[in-house]
């Protein structure tokens, strides 16, 4: 198993970062806050999961230990793959989760894209003896995020296009131009699905230059 890579970020995508590891480019599937916090020819140190299947390596990561745990915990609940474990890490912090499933909080998992009411509650029963209690103040925040929903998508979109290079008056006019996109979704019932509406905000940005 590939424990971490480490190395100066040769690229960034929506969902992927390339890690130069002694002169290979690793290629690592990342949620976008994951992404947001990494910046082109800086020096990065990403904790990885290999999932294996018979046609394919990928390589998920994370920014800490702590998060590639909960995501690799999470993949122990049937009907969790590691895409839908990457998505929840996408929208709620590994106490956020924690906190969900102690106190069987069905709104905070509905708020991931993909899982409805009935995936919640199956979801909450079968990792309930498996993630544990919050490890810190994260629960708060998860608290927080599980009243109001996940973190402002706002600020996780910006970042993110932020850390893919564009400057801050162009990553702004991208968020605006996707709001509409986002609010319909929040009408309902869900979660604003960032890494899709990071994918719109690129295609504008992209016409525009």
């Known amino acids: ?16 970062a390339v890690v ?7 290629a690592v599937q990342c949620t976008p806050n994951t992404i947001a916090g990494l910046r082109i020819g800086q020096e990065a140190r990403l904790a990885t999961s290999l999932v294996v299947r018979e046609d394919s390596l990928t390589l998920y990561g994370f920014a800490d230990d702590d998060e ?13 793959g590691p895409r839908l474990a990457q998505a ?11 906190l969900a499933v102690s106190t069987g909080d069905e709104r905070a998992l509905t708020a991931v894209p993909g899982i409805g009411k ?10 309930k003896d498996k993630l544990g209690q919050p490890l810190g ?9 599980a009243a109001t929903g996940p973190a402002p998508w706002t600020e996780q979109l910006s ?20 709001t509409p996109q ?20 690129l295609q504008t940005l992209n016409r525009a230059r």
């Open 20 to 26: 130069e590891v002694g002169g290979i480019g690793m």
């Open 159 to 178: 970042a993110a296009l932020i850390g893919l290079g564009y400057a801050s008056r162009e990553a702004e006019e991208a968020v605006a131009t996707v």
């Open 137 to 145: 103040t994260g629960g708060l925040v998860g608290a927080q995020r």
């Open 88 to 98: 929840m890490l996408g929208v709620h912090s590994p106490d956020a989760l924690r």
């Open 118 to 127: 009935k995936g919640a509650q199956k979801l909450l029963l079968e990792l």
């Open 1 to 16: 198993m590939i424990a971490f890579v480490s190395g100066p970020v040769a690229a960034l995508a929506p969902t992927t």
């Open 182 to 201: 986002a609010e319909a979704a929040i009408a309902a019932g869900g979660a604003a699905p960032v890494p899709q509406l990071l994918r719109a905000a």
């Open 68 to 80: 590639r745990q909960v995501f690799e915990l999470l993949q122990t609940a049937s009907g969790v």
